[in-house]
């Protein structure tokens, strides 16, 4: 099965060589033999004008002046001198089709007579035989037919030539199909060398080994090769993320469990004790509500990534959206002294008002989280090239470089413990992304450091009018 591609290539060059051969000799054969032809035909035909010009002015110098009588007493020594001007063996033939030469076949085949019997009727034929040809004219004085004359040319050097052709054509040809045989055996095996090294990267992939190389090739097949490696790579990281997914899903999810079970068994244990069941039922109600976010958040991003959800977009007015979140923030804001700022400015955007509502939640409620004590927040938005673009900035711990491409992955946090102790589960930005782009959006890290971290978001905008925004 790998070596069919090179057998039907095989197969296709042969028969397209030997048919471009074949018809090629075909048709330089069929010239040579119609000019061979036309070349014979005009020189017989001029012989055959001569021939009627000789016998006019032969009958001319005659006292009796009659051709028929001229033939039957004087037709054999006509037909010698006219052999000798026009050079071919010549028969006589009167009005009845008798011979009036004595140089004549013995026994006319069939052809013959047929060919005399159309000269009779006044018109010139000619029948082949062999390498021969016998030519015959009508002999006439005026309008008047007396008689035929038949010129006899010989075939043989048109035959030997036409034949020595075809050998040099059968030689010639075999050697042109040899050579552009191997020339281009050579020149498409490439192909089906490169066609088999493809067939086995996918079969490759397919089996689950996704280790795949891109082939140096400047056309069409290097850019499948290329195509198929992408898709290698992107298969691969995928399975590595679903990996790292379900790893994080576990470890989170068993995290607030243990907990959970500690406590549990600890009253099992001192079922009398006051204390220890208020700590208890503190924590696991703590550990129970944060279970339960990271169930939400986690079926969330799943029907994300599984299902295309119909969106109802509309325009809103950007701050009839965002002032709404931070009023539902603001108890969380004072409990952690952190200072909010607004700078927002009409400005319209397409989009579904609850998938916005629930981006900018996810972004506020990291700004909360990871802030410093009595930080600060500043929310503003603007329009810009056509979007509707809304910056949420803090005063928190910032995200060291090395990992700010990771911060939108699920269940990814920077720091792990302070994560914990607010409640975060990694999945609000993850969360915000995916939410962005269903709304032709985006969510993207601005500015980091140890002043703060800013996210911008950006929306297909509006004018104030409803259409789209230039």
Not at 89 to 117: F, H, N, Q
Not at 214 to 226: A, C, H, I, P, Q
């Amino acid at each position: 099965m790998t070596n069919s591609i090179r057998i039907k290539f095989s197969v296709f060059l042969a028969v397209l060589l030997l048919l471009t051969v074949f018809v090629l000799s075909l048709l330089v054969l069929e010239g040579i033999k119609r000019n061979q032809q036309s070349s014979y035909e005009q020189y017989l035909a001029q012989q055959a004008v001569t021939a009627n010009i000789f016998f006019i002015q032969t009958i001319l110098a005659e006292p009796s002046k009659v051709p028929e009588a001229f033939l039957a007493s004087e037709g054999e020594q006509f037909a010698e001198r006219l052999a000798l001007i026009s050079g071919q063996s010549v028969v006589l033939y009167d009005r009845e089709g008798a011979v009036v030469s004595s140089r004549s076949p013995a026994r006319l085949s069939d052809g013959l007579k047929e060919t005399l019997t159309f000269a009779l009727d006044n018109k010139t034929a000619y029948w082949a035989e062999h390498d021969s040809l016998y030519y015959m004219t009508p002999l006439r004085v005026g309008n008047d037919q007396v008689g035929v004359v038949q010129f006899y040319y010989s075939l043989s050097e048109n035959l030997a030539f036409y034949n020595q052709i075809r050998q040099l054509f059968i030689w010639i040809g075999g050697g042109v199909f040899m050579l552009s045989f191997v020339l281009a055996y050579v020149y498409f095996n490439s192909f089906a060398n490169t066609i088999i090294r493809l067939n086995r990267m996918v079969n490759s992939v397919r089996e689950g080994r996704y280790e795949t190389t891109v082939l140096k090739r400047k056309d069409e097949m290097g850019t499948l090769s290329e195509g198929i490696h992408a898709m290698s790579e992107q298969i691969k990281g995928h399975i590595e993320q679903q990996k790292q997914f379900i790893g994080n899903v576990t470890h989170e999810f068993k995290t607030p469990l243990t907990s959970v079970k500690a406590y549990l068994d600890l009253l099992d244990m001192y079922p009398d004790d006051p204390k220890l069941l208020e700590t208890a039922k503190a924590t696991i109600r703590s550990e129970t509500e944060r279970l339960y976010e990271m169930v939400d958040k986690v079926l969330q991003l799943s029907a994300l990534e599984k299902y295309d959800f119909e969106f109802s977009k509309e325009r809103l007015d950007i701050r009839q959206v965002v002032v709404p979140v931070l009023d539902g923030l603001k108890g969380k804001m004072d409990k952690f002294g952190i200072q909010l700022e607004q700078h927002l400015t009409e400005v319209y955007a397409e989009a579904d008002k609850d998938i916005l509502t629930i981006i900018l939640a996810n972004l506020l409620d990291n700004a909360i989280k990871y802030n410093k004590p009595r930080g600060r927040i500043v929310v503003k938005n603007y329009l810009k090239d056509g979007r509707a673009v809304i910056e949420v900035a803090d005063t928190g711990i910032g995200i060291p470089d090395e990992v700010a491409r990771q911060i939108f992955e699920p269940f990814y946090t920077v720091d792990k413990n302070r994560s914990r102790q607010s409640g975060g589960v990694g999945l609000g930005l993850a969360l915000a992304k995916k939410y962005a782009e269903s709304q032709e959006g985006s969510v993207e890290l601005v500015q980091t450091g140890t002043e703060g971290t800013t996210f911008r978001v950006s929306l297909p905008a509006c004018d104030s009018s409803g259409t789209g925004g230039r």
